[in-house]
């Protein structure tokens, strides 16, 4: 069993860093224990691997983050670890521009931007959340992946499961997509990737302008899909979001208490922030100072959310 050892930055927060991968509380590809450890299970160019991820400190050593893995992709786990954790992000380089802001980046200051270099992993779950609730996605993904993922190597916990091979997804049947919520545009969608997956995953190597562009070359996948894709693959801090039916309108109520927002409007509130638009976008969603979402609605012609 291949170990390595990662010496974190201080402040470093594990949990918030790692916490965009996971996809609901029963993800079972990612799993957080009461604890502190973390398991990703994943399918890389290598082959599958199981990842546990633990945080530990002591007088004598200080604080260590330990990676352990099997199975065939247990190197290329280890070797891309330390960008995992975020080991490459520069929270330090971000610039507050507003109060909000900069008190929420004082207490989170542990955040990381997590890098995983790898885009199907994050590119289906996400095409499964276009245009329905969190909850019906994340139901989608568990009962899909319990069915149609792999055993995991190693003693990664019980329910667990690879994400399925680009090969797998495609042979999924139609009707197993509709007993999951999965309406045909979004399984056309993730069938029509999966067929240009090898092309697709070149994109963790690019820059962000040109990652988007070559995940949008898929019909199906907007801009909305592939930020959310790519702020997990690449750690991108300017990977806003954009078409969401939420988003706007939380950044509008947190910069200047108006309760309704546009696309439009949030990216010029965001102006200064370029460079870093997803990284302040998050900072002011984990500052809670968000609207009733009852006492407003979104225009309808925002929600693209593809």
């Given at each position: 069993?291949?170990?390595?050892?990662?010496?974190?930055?201080?402040?470093?927060?594990?949990?918030?860093?790692?916490?965009?991968?996971?996809?609901?509380?029963?993800d079972p590809a990612c799993?957080?224990?009461?604890?502190?450890?973390?398991?990703?299970?994943?399918?890389?160019?290598?082959?599958?691997?199981?990842?546990?991820?633990?945080?530990?400190?002591?007088?004598?050593?200080?604080?260590?983050?330990?990676?352990?893995?099997?199975?065939?992709?247990?190197?290329?786990?280890?070797?891309?670890?330390?960008?995992?954790?975020?080991?490459?992000?520069?929270?330090?380089?971000?610039?507050?521009?507003?109060?909000?802001?900069?008190?929420?980046?004082?207490?989170?200051?542990?955040?990381?931007?997590?890098?995983?270099?790898?885009?199907?992993?994050?590119?289906?779950?996400?095409?499964?959340?276009?245009?329905?609730?969190?909850?019906?996605?994340?139901?989608?993904?568990?009962?899909?992946?319990?069915?149609?993922?792999?055993?995991?190597?190693?003693?990664?916990?019980?329910?667990?499961?690879?994400?399925?091979?680009?090969?797998?997804?495609?042979?999924?049947?139609?009707?197993?997509?509709?007993?999951?919520?999965?309406?045909?545009?979004?399984?056309?969608?993730?069938?029509?990737?999966?067929?240009?997956?090898?092309?697709?995953?070149?994109a963790a190597s690019m820059?962000?302008?040109?990652?988007?562009?070559?995940?949008?070359?898929?019909?199906?996948?907007?801009?909305?899909?592939?930020?959310?894709?790519?702020?997990?693959?690449?750690?991108?801090?300017?990977?806003?979001?954009?078409?969401?039916?939420?988003?706007?309108?939380?950044?509008?109520?947190?910069?200047?208490?108006?309760?309704?927002?546009?696309?439009?409007?949030?990216?010029?509130?965001?102006?200064p922030y370029a460079g870093?638009?997803?990284?302040?976008?998050?900072?002011?969603?984990?500052?809670?100072?968000?609207?009733?979402?009852?006492?407003?609605?979104?225009?309808?012609?925002?929600?693209?959310?593809?």
């Amino acid at each position: 069993m291949p170990i390595r050892i990662w010496v974190p930055p201080a402040p470093y927060d594990l949990a918030r860093t790692l916490r965009v991968l996971r996809r609901g509380r029963e993800d079972p590809a990612c799993r957080h224990e009461p604890n502190g450890t973390w398991w990703r299970i994943s399918r890389t160019s290598d082959g599958p691997v199981t990842l546990q991820i633990s945080d530990r400190s002591d007088t004598l050593t200080g604080r260590l983050i330990t990676g352990s893995a099997w199975g065939p992709g247990a190197d290329w786990a280890l070797a891309q670890l330390p960008a995992l954790l975020g080991a490459d992000d520069q929270p330090r380089a971000f610039r507050p521009r507003h109060g909000v802001v900069a008190a929420a980046h004082r207490k989170h200051e542990g955040l990381r931007l997590a890098r995983t270099e790898l885009v199907m992993e994050s590119l289906i779950p996400s095409v499964l959340e276009q245009r329905i609730s969190t909850g019906s996605a994340h139901y989608a993904w568990r009962r899909l992946l319990t069915q149609y993922g792999d055993k995991p190597p190693g003693p990664a916990p019980e329910g667990m499961r690879v994400p399925p091979a680009a090969a797998t997804w495609r042979r999924v049947p139609l009707w197993e997509w509709h007993r999951a919520g999965v309406d045909r545009s979004r399984a056309a969608a993730i069938l029509r990737a999966c067929a240009y997956a090898p092309r697709l995953e070149e994109a963790a190597s690019m820059a962000l302008p040109e990652a988007m562009a070559r995940l949008q070359f898929i019909p199906g996948i907007g801009p909305w899909t592939a930020a959310e894709t790519l702020q997990r693959t690449l750690g991108a801090p300017d990977a806003l979001t954009l078409g969401d039916l939420h988003l706007p309108v939380q950044i509008c109520y947190a910069l200047t208490g108006a309760r309704r927002g546009t696309d439009e409007q949030m990216l010029h509130l965001l102006e200064p922030y370029a460079g870093q638009r997803h990284r302040a976008a998050r900072l002011i969603l984990l500052a809670g100072r968000l609207p009733n979402r009852r006492a407003h609605r979104a225009p309808h012609s925002r929600i693209a959310h593809l």
